[in-house]
C-alpha cells in the first residue's frame, strides 16, 4: 500500500524558514520522481516542485526559484523541501505526490497534507 506522510509544516514569519519531510512507503521510492504541490483554499492545486529519481535533477516552479530546495533521501524514503525567504502568499497546504505506474497503469497517490502559514 502506498503510503506518504509529510511533516514539518507550521507557522512563520515572513522572510523566515521552514523545513517540510515526505516519509514513502509501499512503492519503489528509489525508482521514482518525486514532487510536492500546494493549496490555497478556494484554488487549483499547484505543482511546486520535482526531483528526479536520483536527486541529481530538480525543477521548479518560477515563484520559488531559488528559495525552495527539494531533495531527497533513497536509503531513508525520505524527500524534503526546504523552504526560505517566505512570503505571505506562500501560505498554504502542501502535499507530497508520487505518480506511481502499477501493471502499466498510472496511479496518482498524495501525502494528507501540512499546513504552512506565513504572517506576521
Known amino acids: 500500500q502506498v503510503q506518504l506522510r509529510e511533516s514539518g509544516g507550521g507557522s512563520v514569519q515572513p522572510g523566515g524558514s521552514l523545513g517540510l519531510s515526505c516519509l514513502a512507503s509501499?512503492?519503489?521510492?528509489?525508482?521514482?520522481?518525486m514532487e510536492w504541490y500546494r493549496q490555497i483554499p478556494g484554488k487549483e492545486r499547484e505543482w511546486v516542485a520535482t526531483?528526479?529519481?536520483?536527486?541529481?535533477?530538480?525543477y521548479y516552479q518560477d515563484s520559488v526559484k531559488g528559495r525552495f530546495t527539494i531533495s531527497r533521501d533513497n536509503v531513508k524514503n525520505l524527500v524534503h523541501l526546504q523552504m526560505t525567504s517566505l512570503k505571505p502568499e506562500d501560505s498554504a497546504v502542501y502535499y507530497c505526490?508520487?505518480?506511481?505506474?502499477?501493471?502499466?497503469?498510472?496511479?496518482?497517490?498524495w501525502g494528507q497534507g501540512t499546513q504552512v502559514t506565513v504572517s506576521s
Open positions: 526531483v528526479s529519481p536520483d536527486g541529481g535533477v530538480t
Open positions: 509501499g512503492f519503489a521510492f528509489s525508482g521514482s520522481r
Open positions: 505526490y508520487v505518480q506511481y505506474w502499477r501493471n502499466g497503469a498510472p496511479y496518482d497517490f
